[in-house]
């Protein structure tokens, strides 16, 4: 484990990041909310996958989850006792918009109302996620990601939630990681709604951004004009294990997929050509039509990065060697044309997720962030870490790990910070254990643990010094205007 420094200290972290920093955490609507069927909503496709049998570990869902949706003036009440200046949060779509033909469910979009308003009670402002991965199944019925229509009907959705919570909510993202909601849900399948058909994963990905595209043209209609908008992306810190060309090659073809094939559309308008020639054995890209770049390019305001750990890849894989690049076992890739891709891990400590930590891989895709969009304002979105917490008898968490690690890769924010790039906000992930995806309630990555069986929320001993080094920023640079609101 790292060994902590003078610089790691709250103070000595305060001190890196700039004045109006944004303290932060997240979670995701699936997740946290529980409450499935409460007050209209209808499915979503993670209450389809999550009940079909072999898909989430141990039979486990997110029927209850945290139970935030009844519990949420407790979770409010907690962030500002943290002193959070920030809460991000994603809306359910299909609590929104619960069946086919746009008409809004009231008592849905009444629960974030309320949310919102108890937030900005608390002083903690609200930066709300359209969409994070749980799309109404009645969609899904219709194809999906893979139907161009669903774009349009998140642009529908889009001006539903804008018209509703614009004039409270100052920050606004349309999609969270589409990467894994293309590549994981229709390419490897370990996401919902698997299905693993590598074509329909390039189909699925082009949507998602065309949906962000047309996603900001509704939200600049519907929100004030001083209302911040973003795109959340996961960008990989891909590496080379040789410099042998073909582990080079490798670790260009991965980076394409991981990268640049949001990067470029996103920021330059056009998707590179290299990624085009790699998966042309998967798809001829047909289903790029005229105009799609040129919406998929609308300007937005700030950047979300997501950052958990380093890739390291190399060539020569076989067919039926096995695939360790973190993103859960499958006999299919996420990867499409990439089977002869091998993911190796970098030495050092590693989470429960099996993921190795190595703060160095968020100082260098700030950078390439920066680099590839001057001038872009960055947020770091999300970033934490599972671990096995255990309660003393004394009802004490202590969980070094999950310290150590927030304070090194803040420690890299800073790093960042002082050569050039302007992040102005840091959300740890996550703010409570909840549902974690395919692996159920196995892992726990909260800086608030959640006793499942009772509701019962506890802060871990991470919660606490994060609450420190939240006031000793404050101390040192004053209570002025987070940037971000």
């Known amino acids: 484990m790292r060994t902590t420094t003078e610089e790691d200290s709250p103070a000595g972290l305060a001190d890196a990041l700039p004045a109006g920093f944004l303290w932060g955490a997240a979670t995701a609507s699936y997740q946290i909310e529980g409450a499935v069927d409460a007050d209209g909503r209808s499915p979503s496709i993670w209450d389809t996958f999550s009940h079909t049998p072999g898909r989430v570990r141990d039979g486990d869902t997110g029927d209850v989850a945290a139970d935030h949706y009844h519990r949420y003036r407790t979770d409010v009440a907690l962030m500002g006792g943290l002193g959070l200046g920030a809460y991000r949060f994603s809306v359910s779509w299909s609590r929104v918009l619960p069946e086919p033909g746009g008409r809004a469910n009231a008592r849905g979009l009444a629960f974030y109302e309320r949310l919102v308003d108890a937030l900005l009670e608390a002083g903690v402002v609200p930066a709300l996620t359209l969409y994070h991965w749980d799309l109404p199944q009645y969609l899904q019925d219709t194809g999906g990601w893979t139907n161009r229509d669903t774009a349009a009907r998140?642009?529908?959705?889009?001006?539903?939630?804008?018209?509703?919570?614009?004039?409270?909510?100052?920050?606004?993202?349309?999609?969270?990681?589409?990467?894994?909601?293309?590549?994981?849900?229709?390419?490897?399948?370990?996401?919902?709604?698997?299905?693993?058909?590598?074509?329909?994963?390039?189909?699925?990905?082009?949507?998602?951004?065309?949906?962000?595209?047309?996603?900001?043209?509704?939200?600049?209609?519907?929100?004030?004009?001083?209302?911040?908008?973003?795109?959340?992306?996961?960008?990989?810190?891909?590496?080379?294990?040789?410099?042998?060309?073909?582990?080079?090659?490798?670790?260009?073809?991965?980076?394409?997929?991981?990268?640049?094939?949001?990067?470029?559309?996103?920021?330059?308008?056009?998707?590179?050509?290299?990624?085009?020639?790699?998966?042309?054995?998967?798809?001829?890209?047909?289903?790029?039509?005229?105009?799609?770049?040129?919406?998929?390019?609308?300007?937005?305001?700030?950047?979300g990065v997501n950052y958990y750990t380093p890739s390291l890849v190399s060539g020569g894989a076989k067919p039926g060697d096995p695939r360790n690049d973190g993103h859960g076992v499958s006999a299919y890739s996420p990867w499409p044309a990439c089977d002869d891709v091998r993911f190796r891990h970098t030495p050092g400590p590693r989470t429960a997720m099996d993921w190795p930590v190595d703060p160095s891989g968020l100082y260098d895709v700030i950078m390439r962030v920066r680099s590839e969009a001057p001038g872009l304002p960055l947020l770091v979105t999300e970033n934490g870490a599972a671990y096995d917490d255990t309660i003393a008898p004394d009802g004490v968490i202590a969980d070094p790990g999950r310290q150590a690690y927030i304070a090194s890769h803040l420690a890299a924010i800073g790093r960042a910070?002082?050569?050039?790039?302007?992040?102005?906000?840091?959300?740890?992930?996550?703010?409570?254990?909840?549902?974690?995806?395919?692996?159920?309630?196995?892992?726990?990555?909260?800086?608030?643990?959640?006793?499942?069986?009772?509701?019962?929320?506890?802060?871990?001993?991470?919660?606490?010094?994060?609450?420190?080094?939240?006031?000793?920023?404050?101390?040192?640079n004053g209570d002025g205007e987070p940037q971000g609101a």
Request: proline letters at 5%; a negative charge; hydrophobic letters at 45%.
């Open 417 to 476: 910070v002082a050569d050039g790039a302007d992040v102005r906000g840091y959300f740890v992930w996550s703010l409570m254990d909840n549902f974690e995806w395919a692996y159920g309630y196995a892992k726990r990555f909260g800086i608030i643990h959640v006793d499942f069986a009772t509701g019962r929320r506890t802060l871990k001993d991470s919660a606490h010094w994060y609450a420190s080094v939240i006031a000793a920023h404050r101390g040192r």
């Open 154 to 303: 998140f642009a529908e959705y889009a001006d539903t939630v804008a018209r509703t919570l614009g004039d409270r909510v100052p920050m606004w993202t349309t999609l969270n990681e589409p990467w894994c909601s293309a590549f994981l849900g229709y390419a490897s399948g370990v996401h919902a709604p698997g299905i693993t058909d590598p074509a329909a994963a390039l189909t699925a990905h082009h949507h998602l951004l065309l949906a962000h595209g047309e996603g900001v043209a509704a939200l600049r209609a519907a929100l004030p004009s001083d209302r911040r908008i973003s795109l959340v992306l996961n960008p990989a810190a891909v590496r080379a294990a040789s410099d042998d060309p073909v582990d080079v090659d490798a670790a260009r073809r991965i980076d394409g997929l991981a990268n640049r094939i949001f990067l470029d559309p996103v920021l330059r308008g056009s998707y590179p050509a290299d990624v085009l020639a790699d998966t042309a054995s998967v798809t001829d890209w047909s289903h790029i039509r005229d105009g799609d770049l040129a919406a998929i390019s609308r300007p937005i305001d700030e950047m």
